[in-house]
């Protein structure tokens, strides 16, 4: 976190009262079954440390289980941790939802769960572990949350707002599970908050050329990671008064002079 001078537009004074925070908002835990086991919710916030993170959001496939024990663990630190999840919809587009609180992020995840089939293959696609704060196994996820959702994209959107979430269409720069290459466009009636982009992209000039559409969007770069060193691969730095999902809202929209400032690929 650094401190920033902003100038009051109406005042003309040199203000502090902003600060710039340093944001990854896509991290998978070992419940995601992709994710390496070692993404336990202690060892990601000692990482997220190190990397010097203020706000991260906890975005495991189709689920939010581990996102709870995730905020366990950071309240010793400095850390905002926002819970989500990252919900592939049945056009098998990979979405973002971010929410202020554990029980709204759960309210999606019923959502999602109900919408679901399947049980997972262990040797096929990996463990998923639900682990707590101290590092703990409290059990092992069954459903299949590598799978497809029944939720159309714009279901999955319609939802996470009604629970007060941000819809972000995630890494929309990778062929896979990214929107403009599983559809080829972002609908005009699609109302998503922000796009994401991922570490793999260092400069966002040709992709922009490419799909002009996407510069209308608010822009995060996240590192989607699965493994710890991955973490803060990709980032954002936020101008916000505090680390709020109220705040994150303001810069998104850029009101009250909260913006988001800059990114990062590392
Ligand atoms: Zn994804
Ligand atoms: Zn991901």
């Known amino acids: 976190m650094k401190t920033a001078y902003v100038m009051d537009k109406q005042t003309k004074q040199t203000t502090t009262y902003l600060k710039l925070y340093k944001s990854d908002l896509h991290i998978h835990t070992c419940l995601s079954p992709c994710a390496d086991l070692y993404m336990t919710p202690r060892k990601i916030i000692n990482q997220c440390a190190e990397k010097g993170l203020d706000i991260i959001a906890v975005c495991d496939h189709n689920s939010c289980e581990n ?3 995730v905020i366990e663990a950071a ?17 098998e587009v990979h979405l973002l939802g971010l929410f202020s609180n554990y029980r709204q992020s759960l309210k999606m995840q019923n959502k ?3 919408e679901l089939e399947g049980e997972n293959n262990e040797d096929l696609f990996g463990v998923q572990a639900v682990v707590n704060e101290h590092d703990e196994v409290m059990n092992l996820n069954n459903k299949l949350l590598i799978g497809a959702s029944k939720l159309t994209l714009q279901q999955a959107v319609e939802c996470i707002h009604k629970y007060g979430g941000l819809a972000i269409c995630s890494h929309v720069d990778r062929e896979g599970f990214g ?16 796009i994401e982009i991922s570490c793999h992209t260092t400069n966002i000039k040709p992709l922009l050329e490419r799909n002009p559409e996407l510069g209308k969007f608010p822009m995060f770069f996240s590192s ?3 493994t710890l060193d991955c973490i803060g691969a990709a ?3 936020l101008l916000l008064n505090n680390p ?3 705040e994150i809202k303001l810069a998104i929209h850029e009101r ?3 913006q988001i400032r800059s990114h990062g690929v590392c």
């Open 179 to 194: 929107i403009i290459g599983q559809l080829g466009f972002i609908p005009d009636d699609l109302s998503i908050d922000a």
């Open 67 to 69: 996102a709870k024990y």
């Open 75 to 91: 309240k010793k630190y400095n850390i905002m941790v926002i819970p989500g999840m990252e919900i592939t919809t049945i056009e």
């Open 244 to 246: 709020s999902f109220r």
């Open 112 to 114: 999602v769960y109900s």
């Open 224 to 226: 989607d990671a699965h």
């Open 235 to 237: 980032f954002t730095v």
């Open 256 to 258: 009250a002079q909260r």
